[in-house]
């Protein structure tokens, strides 16, 4: 089955550098690519997502780029804010179904004022 | 739009008994909805697919008799974790998608904690 892989698993950057999380996935058919937030005790929430035929996304501060030659797909945050601090899923769409999601580990990011 | 609740937000239970858990989406129907179970500090994993008016598609290790799901209806899905012990405490998610036959968002319940003592 399909396989994500997420790193870093922890991150502590300061307030208004940039950070950079990564994930590859196995299963050439994936074509979905969301970024989720989750807060302690919350639920995840959608910031960012890309389909297969597009290679870069932008919103703001928050950006993703994929590379489906490689396989890899990267969320860029700029001007970090302590507000930004969480933990971050990478996901992809599971071949077979289409549109269950495989998650990655997650990337647990702290922001430093 | 696109909000989805579930019910109860947290539950405490004996070992051995069963608990439901139910997803709604408030304002849109959801012909496929997703369950999900997160351990502590760990990722979300997928449990089953649940597609109304049929059979939910169970991921691999993951018992069909234990964790039954019923779809009866385009906003409702429930999830029963029948004959529960302290290893199924765990924090479950809910997700929903408004179209089955093309990716789209997933839309997230706020979860339920479930705690068996």
């Known amino acids: 089955g399909e396989n994500v892989e997420q790193h870093p698993s922890t991150l502590s950057v300061q307030e208004g550098d940039s950070a950079v999380i990564k994930c590859t996935y196995s299963?050439?058919?994936?074509?979905?690519f969301p970024w989720y937030k989750q807060e302690l005790g919350k639920r995840p929430q959608l910031i960012i997502d890309i389909r297969s035929n597009v290679g870069e996304k932008k919103d703001q501060r928050i950006a993703v780029t994929l590379n489906k030659t490689a396989k890899h797909f990267s969320l860029h945050i700029t001007e970090t804010q302590p507000e930004d601090s969480a933990v971050y899923f990478c996901a992809a769409t599971t071949g077979d179904s289409g549109y269950a999601l495989n998650f990655g580990k997650g990337t647990s990011l702290l922001v430093t004022p | 739009g696109a909000v989805v609740s579930q019910h109860p937000s947290w539950v405490i239970c004996k070992s051995g008994t069963s608990v439901k858990i139910e997803c709604r989406s408030l304002?849109?129907?959801?012909?496929?909805m997703f369950w999900y179970r997160q351990f502590p500090k760990q990722s979300l994993m997928l449990m089953a697919t649940s597609n109304e008016g049929s059979k939910a598609t169970y991921e691999q290790g993951v018992e069909k008799d234990k964790f039954l799901i019923n779809h009866a209806s385009l906003t409702l899905s429930t999830l029963t974790v029948t004959s529960a012990h302290p290893e199924d405490s765990s924090f479950y998610i809910c997700s929903a998608t408004r179209d089955s036959f093309s990716t789209d968002t997933q839309y997230f319940g706020p979860g339920t904690r479930l705690t068996v003592l």
């Open positions: 299963d050439s058919a994936s074509n979905y």
């Open positions: 304002d849109f129907q959801a012909t496929t």
